[in-house]
């Protein structure tokens, strides 16, 4: 069934032409990516689809009735709203009823008011609705939803936009880059959602992990022309070479035909016959043809870099915390000269804080970070470059010279070296506010890279990248000599280029792992799941106070709530992973729902017991 075709859509910004003639097709249960260098018109042919936007000719034909939402890069969010404002404001028949259930919990004692709103829940099945609905928003770690949303940083309004448009279940979900601001655990969750559910996705991501897992089509934008391939990543990359193949035997041939038609025009007398000047008509076809070549220029950095003394960088007995809220406890390590490691861990578990530490922009609170004489940091940080009005892309690298140091004694124009970045001559007068957020972060990766740092720092270097500029970006850390580390959501780039792991926790712990994500990941899925019960369980009994000053019969009730309230969250635990592996039957839902809700009830009574009795104990 055919949700949305594009029909023959062009767009242009003045003399700029970012696409012509482009049309595709999107079916029911597609998953597809659309993928194309930075600056060609992604995002662009997004918004025209949604309607954000208008082509300059053709046109969007899409379903009657068709409900399509739209994760963008810029959000819509009313800032006044609470999260929960947010996710109910939305026209969804089954999240009103929900709502209306979730008001009537709290108030119980109007039971004219409960029975109505559970009997509606009833009527149109939502309680599997409710289910997946509170997974999501816990999976996404939106859990406080009296929150305002112009409190929420840029990663949790993110999430918030994420988990209303994954709630209301659209016909036809268009993503512009879903995994940015995630980390690598609501990646991981995201990516196995789209593959259970049937949903049908049109994005740009160049998350390849995720292309691999997910998408079941990929459509590449490459040169003003559209190539299918319907299949994931691996099989895009082998037809994509077989492609090229191909167009290089096909030019060749044309080359070799063009020099032989070029050696008879020079020999032609100036008088013409019909037969000669067909001839020449041809001629100037085949020219057209031989002179066709790509633009996939390699960036080849032959930057010097600083020499590297035998101490690198030391953190002795460093801790940090921002109230109570510690981000680094006590940590020791001495870097060891080419060291490649990756940081893993949860958003806001203080992985960029640990990075400005390092560089000094950070102060600790105790301990010390001692960094070589030799050392010259390159750290690229999220923000990304500093945008001034009014300058060029050419100004920006004219700012560290007209010829940059090369190894060997050599030289290069600044010109030359936005050209080994993939900025051609005409590009490179662009003004930069007018670059793409992609061509923008190449710039910025740029200006970094041409300082001669010997320690790249990267936090997320490969938001915004294209695929094409991520192969060169890898290639080129493959290639550099000096310490790297690195914070990335982009699994398929850490496996590429790291050694090792630092595994942030969430109380200040650094975990040094010996490999790359996969084999993390691996580790991880051997480890008993048992684990985070058995630690909680412990922390309960540990911050139990001593039962002296309770009767007799309250010290045993004090001693058994502590062993009810184990089981029943050992029990709330169990259902939700049923739920969360779908093994929950359909008949059985509304009785299971039922259960769940009735132990999460009466673990909170015995709470609130709990803790009566141990403030009679602090009395």
Known sequence: MNYLSVENIAKSYGERVLFEDISFGINKDQKIA???????????????????????????????????????????????QTIEEAIFSSENQ?????????????????????????????????????????????????????????????????????????????????????TNHLDLEMIEWLEDYFKKEKITLFMVTHDRYFLERVCNEIIELDQGKLYSYK????????????????????????????????????????????????????????????????QDHKVQLEINMERMGSKILELHNTSKAFGEKVILNKFEYVFKR???????????????????????????????????????????TQKGINI??????????KEFGDYIPLTKGRTISAGQLLERFLFDRKKQYDFVEKLSGGEQKRLYLCTVLIQNPNFLILDEPTNDLDILTLNVLESFLLDFPGNLLVVSHDRYFMDKIVDHLFVFDSKGNINDFPGN??????????????????????????????????????????QNLE??????????????????????STDSINEVSQKLQEIITAIENKEERWLDLSMKLEQ
């Open 94 to 178: 089954i999240l009103k009823i929900v709502q209306q259930y979730e008001e009537a919990l709290k108030n119980p004692e109007n039971e004219e008011v409960y029975q109505k709103a559970f009997d509606l829940m009833d009527q149109y099945n939502a309680w599997d609705f409710e289910t997946q609905y509170k997974q999501i928003l816990s999976k996404l770690q939106l859990n406080d939803l009296s929150l305002k949303v112009k409190s929420l940083s840029g990663g949790q309004r993110k999430r918030l936009s994420l988990a209303i448009i994954l709630i209301n279940k659209p016909d036809l979900l268009i993503l512009d880059e879903p």
């Open 231 to 294: 299949g994931n990543y691996s099989y895009y990359l082998e037809k994509k070479e077989e492609r090229l193949a191909i167009e290089q035997t096909t030019l060749n041939k044309a080359k070799n035909l063009f020099k032989k038609e070029l050696d008879w025009m020079r020999r032609q007398p100036k008088a013409r016959t019909t037969k000669s000047k067909s001839r020449i008509e041809d001629f100037y076809q085949i020219k057209e043809k031989a002179h066709q070549r790509r």
């Open 517 to 558: 994500y996969t084999d993390y990941r691996a580790y991880e899925d051997s480890q008993p799941t048992e684990q985070v019960i058995k630690e909680k369980s412990t922390d309960t009994r540990e911050k139990t106070p001593s039962k002296g000053k309770l009767s007799y019969n309250e010290n045993r009730e004090f």
């Open 563 to 584: 062993k009810e309230i184990a089981k029943l969250s050992q029990e709330k635990v169990a259902i939700e992973k049923q739920f969360e592996l779908g093994e929950v």
């Open 34 to 80: 659309f993928i194309a260098k930075n600056g060609t018109g992604k995002t662009s042919i997004l918004n025209i689809i949604v309607g954000i936007d208008t082509p300059d000719r053709g046109q969007i034909v899409s379903r009657k009735g068709l409900h399509i939402a739209f994760l963008s890069q810029n959000d819509n969010l009313q800032n006044e």
């Open 338 to 380: 080419g060291e490649r490691i990756g940081i893993i861990g949860k958003n806001g578990s203080g992985k960029s804080s640990f990075l400005n530490i390092i560089t000094g922009s950070l102060p600790v609170d105790t301990g010390k970070v001692v960094v070589g004489e030799t050392i010259k940091f390159g750290y690229y």
């Open 388 to 397: 001034k009005e009014g300058q060029k892309v050419i100004e920006v690298i």
